[in-house]
């Protein structure tokens, strides 16, 4: 596996593939690598022909008081898992590479960034898309692979495709849960214990409403009302958001159906998880 920190050595790595006419995947990340990261990795293998992974830790998708500083960096066990799975090309470029000094462009995908998370974290989602479209101009994959877990940002990156015209395929993979329904997620590593412990309550709040939709109820707040009863059983676990909207657009929808995506944020100690299922 090459490992490469300059824009333009990598762009060059990637094009040499495609002129020998292999099919390019890529697969980005923020590094901290779980299993969920590795089902994405193993989809771009079965998909393409030359694996391009990138770790960065993206600082404008951050707010003032968010984890920045301490979000995990393990670029070395990172490095010999992507390296174990085949992955042709790490990408592990600096800040200063992709923000070079001055740098005051940004990509922003007006209205559906604010839904979700992006009304929870303004200007999350358009450090996201930034870098999304800085990372697709450097390695110009032929097909992108980001896990489910994220749909918010799936639904945001496939609208900036989109209206940006990027050649690209998005590529969305299933969410990676422990056995106890836990969506794996860097920032698991924040939760003590008992914290953990409380986490899975997001994933019993959306298994509640899928339960409720089987049975028959259509009714978004009814939907909304049981999983919010689940979450409030754990005294220190804060809700912010249990919505049910449309998986492209995001936003709410009165009458759940097929696809419509159920999604929640919870706060557990001071952590801030995601989770979602999509009916």
């Known amino acids: 596996m090459k490992i490469l920190q300059k824009a333009i050595e990598t762009r060059s790595e990637a094009r040499a593939a495609k002129l020998q006419g292999k099919r390019v995947g890529f697969v980005p990340t923020m590094g901290a690598l779980h299993a969920g990261h590795i089902s994405l990795v193993r989809a771009a293998k079965a998909q393409s022909d030359?694996?391009?992974?990138?770790?960065?830790?993206?600082?404008?998708?951050?707010?003032?008081?968010?984890?920045?500083?301490?979000?995990?960096?393990?670029?070395?066990?990172?490095?010999?898992?992507?390296?174990?799975?085949?992955?042709?090309?790490?990408?592990?470029?600096?800040?200063?590479?992709?923000?070079p000094a001055g740098a005051v462009t940004f990509v922003t995908t007006e209205g559906i960034s604010d839904r979700l998370d992006g009304r929870s974290r303004p200007g999350h989602f358009r450090g996201v898309t930034t870098v999304v479209a800085k990372l697709f101009h450097i390695v110009e994959p032929d097909a992108?692979?980001?896990?489910?877990?994220?749909?918010?940002?799936?639904?945001i990156i496939q609208r900036m495709v989109r209206d940006l015209v990027f050649p690209v395929a998005i590529v969305v993979a299933p969410t990676i849960r422990e056995p106890d329904g836990m969506a794996l997620s860097s920032r698991n590593a924040y939760l003590s214990p008992g914290e953990r412990r409380q986490?899975?309550?997001?994933?019993?709040?959306?298994?509640?409403?899928?339960?409720?939709?089987?049975?028959?109820?259509?009714?978004?707040?009814?939907?909304?009302?049981?999983?919010?009863?689940?979450?409030?059983?754990?005294?220190?676990?804060?809700?912010?958001?249990?919505e049910v909207v449309d998986r492209d657009t995001l936003e709410p929808v009165s009458q759940a159906g097929t696809g419509?995506?159920?999604?929640?944020?919870?706060?557990?100690?001071?952590?801030r998880l995601i989770d979602n299922l999509v009916l």
């Open 144 to 155: 992108a692979f980001f896990g489910q877990k994220d749909a918010a940002q799936i639904a």
């Open 50 to 99: 030359f694996v391009v992974a990138s770790i960065f830790v993206n600082p404008t998708q951050f707010g003032p008081n968010e984890d920045l500083t301490k979000y995990p960096r393990t670029f070395e066990a990172d490095r010999k898992k992507l390296e174990a799975e085949g992955v042709d090309l790490l990408f592990a470029p600096s800040v200063e590479e992709m923000y």
């Open 260 to 271: 419509t995506l159920v999604a929640v944020a919870a706060v557990v100690g001071t952590t």
């Open 199 to 242: 986490a899975t309550v997001l994933s019993r709040a959306l298994r509640e409403a899928e339960r409720r939709y089987r049975a028959g109820e259509r009714v978004s707040a009814r939907l909304v009302e049981a999983a919010r009863e689940i979450v409030l059983s754990e005294r220190d676990v804060r809700v912010d958001y249990i």
